[in-house]
């Protein structure tokens, strides 16, 4: 009987799809893209289609780089805040504050004009072989958006360290296994699993800061996209594309943590 009206639950909600109001919006939908595709000027993808690739690349390798380093290094920085010592917690709660308390951009200005105007003036770096390293443009985004993952993920760590019952521990400790063990295998694992939902959010609030590189001379996808309105003075067409494009990504993400949670759901 349970089986059945579970069937039937399901079969109404596949003919929800078929509800008058919502095959009109359907229908609207598949109009507007296909006026898109076919009344607006897209000739200029295949001049520019290796800059956008390239682009997109640069997006995903920033995001993905970026938000791995600095999820590895929030660790320390949210465990510290439970665990103490205390002066060290400080430290590390004052650091979330000041990183979070700053506009990511203000903080990619800081190490690019700031900091990058400061080393030409130390003696011998122009010669030495870090010096190529420190005019390009790609560390400084790389250590701001790090930074940045570093001080948001470590609060979320901290209240996800918080949050697991110390029974849990408790009984790893009484088995006999020593402090590092139970961090590796119980304590940071049940810690993730309880925050994937909030890790997959921050990925995709990560992947929508990666254009303020473009403020500095690093060609993303948001900087090819802003070229290329400029060059061929077409306005809507290339937004329309790079929405899209992040859509995918975003999409892309979203699935990838969906299939997380569910996957680890009962571990």
Same mark, same amino acid.
């Given at each position: 009987m349970g089986h059945e009206v579970v069937k039937n639950n399901r079969h109404l909600f596949g003919l929800r799809w078929l509800l008058p109001h919502r095959v009109v919006l359907i229908a609207l939908l598949g109009v507007l893209i296909i006026s898109l595709v076919v009344k607006l000027d897209w000739s200029w993808i295949a001049e520019y289609r290796e800059s956008i690739l390239s682009a997109v690349w640069k997006t995903v390798l920033l995001l993905v780089s970026t938000f791995v380093v600095g999820f590895i290094l929030a660790i320390p920085i949210g465990l510290v805040q439970?665990?103490?010592p205390r002066?060290?917690?400080v430290i590390a709660h004052a650091f979330c504050s000041m990183i979070r308390g700053t506009p990511l951009l203000l903080q990619i200005w800081i190490f690019y004009y700031g900091f990058g105007s400061i080393f030409p003036g130390i003696e011998g770096i122009r010669e030495s072989f870090i010096w190529p390293f420190l005019t390009s443009a790609w560390p400084y985004a790389f250590f701001a958006l790090t930074l940045s993952v570093m001080a948001y993920e470590g609060?979320? *760590?901290?209240?996800?360290f918080s949050g697991v019952p110390k029974g849990e521990l408790e009984a790893a400790k009484a088995m006999g296994m020593k402090p590092f063990k139970i961090l590796t295998r119980i304590w940071l694992p049940r810690a993730i699993q309880r925050t994937l939902p909030v890790i997959g959010g921050e990925v995709i609030i990560q992947l929508k800061a990666t254009p303020l590189v473009a403020t500095i001379t690093i060609i993303d996808t948001y900087a090819i996209f802003s070229n290329i309105r400029l060059e061929?003075?077409?306005?809507?067409?290339?937004?329309? *594309?790079?929405?899209?494009i992040y859509l995918i990504l975003a999409g892309a993400i979203t699935l990838m943590f969906t299939y997380f949670e569910k996957k680890y759901k009962n571990h």
């Amino acid at each position: 009987m349970g089986h059945e009206v579970v069937k039937n639950n399901r079969h109404l909600f596949g003919l929800r799809w078929l509800l008058p109001h919502r095959v009109v919006l359907i229908a609207l939908l598949g109009v507007l893209i296909i006026s898109l595709v076919v009344k607006l000027d897209w000739s200029w993808i295949a001049e520019y289609r290796e800059s956008i690739l390239s682009a997109v690349w640069k997006t995903v390798l920033l995001l993905v780089s970026t938000f791995v380093v600095g999820f590895i290094l929030a660790i320390p920085i949210g465990l510290v805040q439970v665990t103490g010592p205390r002066f060290l917690a400080v430290i590390a709660h004052a650091f979330c504050s000041m990183i979070r308390g700053t506009p990511l951009l203000l903080q990619i200005w800081i190490f690019y004009y700031g900091f990058g105007s400061i080393f030409p003036g130390i003696e011998g770096i122009r010669e030495s072989f870090i010096w190529p390293f420190l005019t390009s443009a790609w560390p400084y985004a790389f250590f701001a958006l790090t930074l940045s993952v570093m001080a948001y993920e470590g609060e979320v *760590l901290r209240g996800a360290f918080s949050g697991v019952p110390k029974g849990e521990l408790e009984a790893a400790k009484a088995m006999g296994m020593k402090p590092f063990k139970i961090l590796t295998r119980i304590w940071l694992p049940r810690a993730i699993q309880r925050t994937l939902p909030v890790i997959g959010g921050e990925v995709i609030i990560q992947l929508k800061a990666t254009p303020l590189v473009a403020t500095i001379t690093i060609i993303d996808t948001y900087a090819i996209f802003s070229n290329i309105r400029l060059e061929t003075y077409i306005v809507y067409e290339p937004l329309l *594309l790079m929405t899209l494009i992040y859509l995918i990504l975003a999409g892309a993400i979203t699935l990838m943590f969906t299939y997380f949670e569910k996957k680890y759901k009962n571990h």
